[in-house]
């Protein structure tokens, strides 16, 4: 059987995401607005996902495994306190956490996330 892929946001680089056989696979998010600290990036992150999740037919109770990537691991609790309040209850995801050195010098967090349709 022969499934098609759907991209969304086709870039000359890449796509903002991909549907295929009920799984929606998303690029690395990363905040729109580098100047905010690491509690707005999340915040604009998990918007774009709400977003990107939702034109794909999905949500974030349907989230398979995310992996997040912090400039800074000492970041990590003011990250999760944005986190916990945006996660669905009963529906926590499998995750990583990760310090990576980012594309970008302003970003202090990028995340990517894989989902059920």
Known sequence: MNQDITRHHVGK?????AVYNG???LAGMV???????IRGQTE??????DMRLKEA???KTRLLRVEIFLSSIGDIAAMNEVWDVWVAPGHT????????RLANPNYKIEVVV????
């Open 31 to 37: 905040p729109e607005r580098g100047d905010t600290d």
């Open 44 to 49: 604009d992150i998990l918007a774009q996902i």
């Open 23 to 25: 799984v929606v696979y």
């Open 57 to 59: 037919g999905s949500d």
């Open 93 to 100: 995801p499998p995750r990583a956490t990760v310090e990576a």
């Open 114 to 117: 894989t989902a059920a349709v």
């Open 13 to 17: 680089r890449l796509s903002e995401s």
